[in-house]
C-alpha cells in the first residue's frame, strides 16, 4: 500500500512539494507532488493507500546507529564513574555490571532504543559483551523485535580476566570455547544476509584489552566463514595504544592488520588514535570507523580525525556509544556534536552539517555493510524520518530547514517509518506503551545498583 508525503525536501532545497510513495517494506518513488504518477493518485482516491501530511517537516531517511552498549542506559550518570577517563572508568562500572540480568538487558534495550528512534535512528548496533547471570544476546534481540527496529547485534566477548593481565573482573569474563559455539548459534538463528534484512549478527570481541590475539583470529575466520560483519574497540585514547604497544608490539591499526581485522566487513570504534599509516590502511582496505564524539569528549579521549578519514576513503559512520560514557542517545545531537567537535579541532571549514547528515545516513549504511538504507531512492529500505521545524528550536531556521536539523537543537522526530512501518506518529509511538516501560527501568536501575551493594541478597 504507497503512502505519500508532502513536502519532501531533496538534497537540502526547499521544496513545498515533494512526495515519497512507499510501497510493502521500500520506497517506491520519489519526487515533487505534481509529477506523482496516476496511479498513486487513484490509489489514494480510492482508500487503497494512506497520505501523511507532513507540510512544514524535513523529511530525510532514517539515521543509522553504529555503535552503542544498550545495558549500559541502567548506569547513567553513575557517581563513582562521571569524571574517569577510560580504564578507570571501566573498572569502577565492572562491579555493578557484574549484577545484571536478562530482564535488565531486555528492558535497557528496549529504552536504549525508544530513545534513538525518537532522535531519528532507525537502524542500530548493539555491542554487547557481558553476559552474566544467564543472559544471552537473544534478549538483545528479542527487545529490537518488540520495538521494530532494524537491528545489527553484535555479539561481543570478554576471554581475558584480571588473572590474566585483562581490564574486566574474571568473573565477566567467558571461555573462548563457549564464545565461539555461542556466535556460531546466533548467526544460524538469527542472521538474515538479504535485502531489507530487520536482522544482522555481527561477531565482536570487545577489546585488545579484555579478549586473547587468538579469539580475535578465530572470531575474523568464523565471521568470513559465515558471512558476517565484525566489530571492536580500536585506539581510543593515548593508553589504549600505549597498551597496545607494550603488550603487541604494534600500534592498534597495526594490531588490526596483523589478526586480520581490516577489509569491508570490519568496523572499529572510536579510533580517535589511528594514526597516519592506519587511516592510510583503513582507506586502502575500506575498513570503517564508528565516530562517537560525544563519548570522546566525555571520557577525554581526545578528537578523531574524520576528516583525514574520509579523504583517505575510510567508511565513516556515527555511534552514540554506551550510555554510561555518553549519558544522552540522541543520534541527530551526535550529528551536531559531530561537525562541532571537528570545527573545535580543525577550523570552521572541517565538516559541514550537510556531511554530517550523510555521515549519519550514508556513512552508517556504508560501515554496517549495506546498501539498502541511509538513502532515499526507489528500491531502498522504506526508513523514513520526518522533524517538525515549527517549534520553537527552529524559529526563524527556514532559510536552511536541512542544516537547521544540525546547527539547531535538535528535537524528537514527529513520524519514523522502519521497514514500511509507522513505529512513531506524531511524535508518538505506535504500539509501545513508554511510560510503563520507563517506570520498569526506573526499578531495574535501582535494583541494579542494591544488587551491587548487597550482593548477598542477589
Ligand atoms: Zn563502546
Not at 391 to 410: E, I, N, R, S, Y
Request: with cysteine.
Amino acid at each position: 500500500m504507497p503512502r505519500c508525503w508532502s513536502p519532501w525536501t531533496p538534497r537540502g532545497a526547499r521544496s513545498p512539494t515533494g512526495a515519497v510513495v512507499i510501497e510493502g517494506p521500500a520506497v517506491a518513488w520519489v519526487g515533487a507532488t505534481a509529477e506523482l504518477p496516476a496511479a498513486y493518485i487513484d490509489a489514494l482516491r480510492s482508500g487503497q493507500a494512506e497520505a501523511i501530511d507532513l507540510h512544514g517537516h524535513v523529511v530525510m531517511p532514517g539515521l543509522v546507529n553504529t555503535h552503542h552498549h544498550m545495558y549500559q542506559s541502567l548506569t547513567r550518570a553513575v557517581p563513582e564513574a562521571q569524571d574517569a577517563e577510560l580504564f578507570g572508568w571501566l573498572t569502577n562500572l565492572y562491579l555493578l555490571w557484574a549484577r545484571i540480568t536478562p530482564e535488565m538487558i531486555r528492558v535497557s534495550t528496549q529504552t536504549a532504543m525508544a530513545e534513538l528512534m525518537l532522535s531519528g535512528c532507525t537502524t542500530t548496533s548493539d555491542h554487547l559483551y557481558l553476559f552474566p547471570n544467564g543472559s544471552r544476546l537473544d534478549d538483545s534481540i528479542a527487545a529490537a523485535e518488540v520495538m521494530g527496529m532494524r537491528f545489527h547485534a553484535a555479539r561481543g566477548s570478554m576471554s581475558v580476566g584480571r588473572s590474566l593481565g585483562g581490564l574486566p573482573p574474571d568473573e565477566l569474563v567467558e571461555s573462548e570455547e563457549a564464545i565461539l559455539a555461542d556466535s556460531e548459534r546466533l548467526v544460524g538463528r538469527y542472521h538474515d544476509a538479504g535485502r531489507h534484512a530487520m536482522r544482522r549478527i555481527v561477531l565482536a570481541p570487545c577489546s585488545p584489552f579484555s579478549v586473547s590475539r587468538e579469539l580475535m583470529r578465530l572470531s575474523a575466520e568464523l565471521a568470513r566463514e559465515r558471512g558476517v560483519s565484525l566489530h571492536t574497540h580500536l585506539a581510543e585514547n593515548d593508553n589504549d595504544v600505549a597498551y597496545s604497544r607494550e603488550k603487541f608490539g604494534m600500534t592498534p591499526a597495526q594490531y588490526a592488520e596483523d589478526l586480520g581485522w581490516v577489509g569491508r566487513d570490519v568496523w572499529h570504534a572510536h579510533c580517535v588514535k589511528l594514526d597516519e599509516a592506519g587511516i592510510a590502511l583503513f582507506g586502502r582496505t575500506g575498513t570503517g570507523v564508528a565516530h562517537c564524539p560525544c563519548s570522546n569528549m566525555r571520557l577525554a579521549s581526545g578528537i578523531a580525525p574524520i576528516g583525514a578519514m574520509r579523504r583517505a576513503g575510510v567508511p565513516v559512520g556515527l555511534g552514540v556509544d554506551g550510555s554510561a560514557s555518553n549519558d544522552g542517545a540522541h543520534l541527530l545531537g551526535e550529528a551536531r556534536q559531530a561537525m562541532l567537535l571537528q570545527r573545535v579541532g580543525y577550523g570552521p571549514a572541517a565538516m559541514t552539517a550537510r556531511e554530517a547528515l550523510e555521515i549519519a545516513t550514508l556513512g552508517g549504511a556504508r560501515v554496517l555493510g549495506r546498501d539498502d538504507i541511509g538513502a532515499l531512492a526507489p528500491g531502498m529500505s522504506a526508513d523514513i524520518v520526518a522533524f517538525d521545524l515549527q517549534d520553537v528550536g527552529h524559529a526563524g531556521a527556514g532559510h536552511d530547514p536541512v542544516a537547521a536539523l544540525v546547527f539547531c537543537q535538535p528535537g524528537s522526530v514527529a513520524l519514523s517509518v522502519i521497514n514500511g512501518l509507522v513505529v512513531i506518529r506524531e511524535g508518538a509511538f505506535e504500539k509501545l506503551e513508554l511510560k510503563p516501560l520507563l517506570a520498569r527501568h526506573r526499578k531495574l536501575a535501582r535494583a541494579l545498583f542494591e544488587r551491587a551493594r548487597h550482593p548477598h541478597i542477589a
